[in-house]
Structures are given as C-alpha cells and as structure tokens.
C-alpha cells in the first residue's frame, strides 16, 4: 500500500519509514508532486491534522497521514498550544518563542507542561486520530544543545536532563512524536501485515 505522509521533513519521514512493515511505501509531499504551503487554521491539533490530510486526500485520492504538535503549558492556559511554533511571530523562531515562554513563565511556581501530537490517518476515505503525549516540566533557563523547538527549555517527567540534553534515540522512545508514531505504526503493520 502506498501511503502518503503530509510532511516535507525528512527526518520524521525517515523515523517512521524505519518502523514500518514492508507492505507499505512511504511517500512525501515532494513524491506527489505537491509544493502547497497547506492551510493549517484550525484551533486544535486535531483539527489542524485533519485539515492537512483532508486536504492530500481530496486534492490526490491517496491514503495519507499528517501530524501536528503543541507544547501546552498548565499556567498559560494551555499555551502555546497549538500555535507552538509562531508563538513569537510569523517567522516561527525557535529562540524567540523560547524567549517569550521564558519571559511569561518568570516567577510561576506551577511549571506542569506536556508535549502533545496528533496524527489524522486517512485510509479509504476513513479518518483515524492518534494522539501521542509526554508530561513534563519547563526549565528556569536553557539546557541543552540538541533537538529543535522548546527543547532545551522542557524536562520529561523522570528525567534529570532536558530534551535537548538527551540523545535522539532516547528522545523517541519517550517523546510525544513517538508514542503517536507507535500507535500509528502499530495499527498499519497490524491492518496491513
Ligand atoms: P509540528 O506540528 O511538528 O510542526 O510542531 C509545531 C511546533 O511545535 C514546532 O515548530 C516546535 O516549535 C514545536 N515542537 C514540535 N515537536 C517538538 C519537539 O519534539 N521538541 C521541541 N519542540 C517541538
């Protein structure tokens, strides 16, 4: 089976390519062709996602799949939420939407986060959700060099070290993108072993 996954990002396309059975083809946005930026307005991760694979199967007609991630902080309201990465402005800078968390965050005894990702699958026309999460904590300042986004600035519940302290291989076995990705994986190689 041919499956579709609504992204450009090669790393998240190779890391599930790897835990995939060998009765599905992974394609990217590139190996269809598209070159849309595609609308993500929603105001849920689960809307944006479906949004995003709603809009590979009407315009191609291929089972698909896209995801979408927040990081949801307790004492924001839940923000950033599901405008994570233009949290700062529309030129999505990982350093300044850290700055502004930082900046809200000085002070604030209540540090309770989670990193939360959705994945809408589209197969036949049927959409499936799956949610991935870890809970954790935001930091007083950065530690950390690897990983993008938030994290150097989160802490995994159980963990002395930041996301950004972490190995990659560590990182995925606990992260959000993972568990969704595992549950995700889980269901195709079972569907289409
Ligand atoms: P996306 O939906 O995967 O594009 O993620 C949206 C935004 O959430 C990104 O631009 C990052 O700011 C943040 N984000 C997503 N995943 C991670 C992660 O694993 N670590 C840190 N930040 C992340």
Redesign the pocket.
Known sequence: MKLVFATNNQHKLKEIEAMLGFNISLLSLGEINCSDEIPETGETLEENARQKSEYIFDRYNINCFA?????EIDALNGEPGVY??RYAGEE?D?EL?MRKVLRLMNGVNNRQAR?RTVISLIIDGQELQFEGVVEGVILEEKAGEE?????PI?QPTGFNES?AQMSLDVKNKI?H?GRAVSKLVQYLNEKYE
Do not use: E, H, I
């Open positions: 995801d979408d991630t927040g990081l994570s990465a999505k990982a939407n990193f990983g993008f986004g938030y994290d989160f996301f992260s993108r």
